[in-house]
């Protein structure tokens, strides 16, 4: 195949992630736009096979059957509250990918001197550098989220002042070789100062803050990737790498907006430490007292009210709860109850955590209210339900100046005439700071698993 008809074929695989991205705006069409995305990636494969100038076609298709079974088993295999992980993991491996890409083209190109064009050797350097940051920042977020390591931020004193000498050594190189210097040692120091910088960059970043940082990332592996595209002439690299890229910090852009804080105050901030005296500890010393209720209570509670709110965390993915939750949900719909879900934009571990869960257990996407939404209803609700979340319905974020989320717009979920909280204990959430929703005197803690507390409660509307 000529190189017009593969620019040509690369033309309608643009159109089709183009497409794709489109019908992933939306979870109704988000299943249809998977499948748009995945034969355009089969049409990109077959166009770049049938290139004149092409070898190894047998090493190609091995590389190809064993990543892809590798990816097929994987995504068959991993549990949705596991989800963020293999997104850390997979973006990860595309930075890492990228990155090698680049390394191949300078060993390829460098021996001859003079043979590196600018063009070609800023893309290099540009793929190098933000693809090993990409993979290394992303196993230090996999390995956060899996809890391999401790998901509050790991510091120590002059991290900024090491992170900015680090990076400037990196640039420094890449700069270098783009002036002419194209020395082998040169590109190894740039890919293991990149990593080192990706790995410490993400280590004081605490696991609240995860869901932006894989935001990030993931448009650091999309700009990689574009990169790739230039180095390699290929325009399907370039558009889809940039697609991603800008996607991403858009998301980034957004996540940061959810949580109403700057994204260099994400980064460099060393958000999610333990706070000593938590503002629950002052209104139990007010006062206050949690109240806990059994299952039946709470079965009573939400039977015979006009309209019940359920707000969904982290805590109902890792009982893998979504289903039962829908069970009841469609028990208390029955009865004549209005339900609703009301969804926080950080709520879980990754961006759309909660909605993947809830469209897994085939929740009607009409149900799901976004926080802007969610909030105006809760003054008539007569039930919140809140499973497992803690930081995303804070009241400390809209009236504790000292507490570290101050300002976050959360789900004001104490406006409704009774609040339900299904907790397995009273440790903090991922944030790390304790919530006085749960001194409030409308409030009633569940206490348990999140799936055994929901199977009661459907066990016992239904025999109500």
């Known amino acids: 195949m000529g190189r017009n008809a593969t620019n040509l074929v690369y033309l309608v695989t643009i159109v089709t992630f183009i497409w794709a991205l489109r019908d992933l705006s939306n979870p109704a069409h988000a299943r249809r736009g998977v499948w748009i995305g995945a034969a355009g990636m089969v049409v990109a494969i077959a166009a770049t096979f049938a290139q004149s100038g092409m070898h190894d076609y047998g090493w190609i298709a091995l590389a190809i059957v064993i990543g892809g079974a590798f990816g097929a088993i994987a995504a068959r295999r991993v549990k949705m509250t596991a989800m963020p992980q293999m997104v850390a993991l997979f ?80 640039a420094a190189a890449g700069i270098a070789i783009v002036a002419g210097a194209e020395r082998q040692w040169l590109i190894w120091v740039l890919l293991g100062g990149a990593a080192v910088f990706g790995i410490l960059f993400v280590l004081p970043i605490g696991g609240a803050d995860m869901p932006v940082v894989i935001s990030l990332l993931n448009a650091f592996t999309g700009l990689a990737a574009a990169a790739t595209g230039f180095e390699l002439e290929n325009n399907v690299l370039i558009v889809s790498g940039m697609l991603v890229g800008a996607s991403g910090t858009l998301l980034t852009l957004m996540m940061g907006r959810a949580m109403n804080r700057s994204i260099a105050n994400v980064l460099f901030g060393a958000f999610g430490q333990v706070t000593p005296a938590g503002p629950a500890a002052v209104a139990g010393a007010d006062g206050g007292a949690v109240r806990s209720a059994t299952a039946e209570d709470v079965a009573v509670m939400l039977a015979y009210a006009n309209k019940v709110s359920i707000v969904p965390g982290y805590g109902m993915a890792v009982a893998q709860a979504q289903h039962d939750v829908r069970a009841l949900a469609d028990l208390l719909e029955e009865r004549g109850v209005d ?65 570290p989320i101050y300002g976050m717009p959360i789900l004001n979920v ?27 005197p409308k409030t009633v803690m569940l206490f348990g698993d999140a799936k055994e507390s929901i199977l009661k409660l459907v066990h016992d509307v239904k025999a109500l």
């Open 91 to 170: 973006n990860g491996v595309g930075g890492g990918a990228a990155a090698l890409v680049s390394w191949a083209e300078f060993h390829r190109e460098a021996p001859l001197p003079g043979n590196l064009h600018g063009d070609i050797s800023v893309a290099i350097i540009l793929s190098a550098l933000i693809g090993a940051i990409s993979f290394a920042g992303s196993m230090v977020a996999f390995a956060k989220l899996q809890e391999l390591v401790s998901g509050r931020p790991i510091t120590y004193p002059g991290q900024q002042v090491v992170n900015a000498l680090l990076f400037a050594g990196v």
């Open 339 to 403: 339900v609703s879900y009301a969804i926080h934009p950080v709520a879980g571990r990754m961006p759309g955590h909660m909605n993947v869960l809830l469209a897994e257990a085939n929740v009607p996407y009409p149900q799901l209210k976004e926080m802007d939404d969610a909030n105006p209803e809760f003054a008539r609700t007569d039930v919140a339900l809140v499973i497992g979340a803690n930081d995303v319905v804070n009241p400390d974020a809209r009236s504790n100046q000292g507490s």
């Open 414 to 440: 104490d406006d409704s005439a009774a609040v339900v909280v299904l907790k397995r204990s009273m440790n903090p959430g991922f944030a790390g700071i304790d919530n006085p929703l749960f001194l409030n």
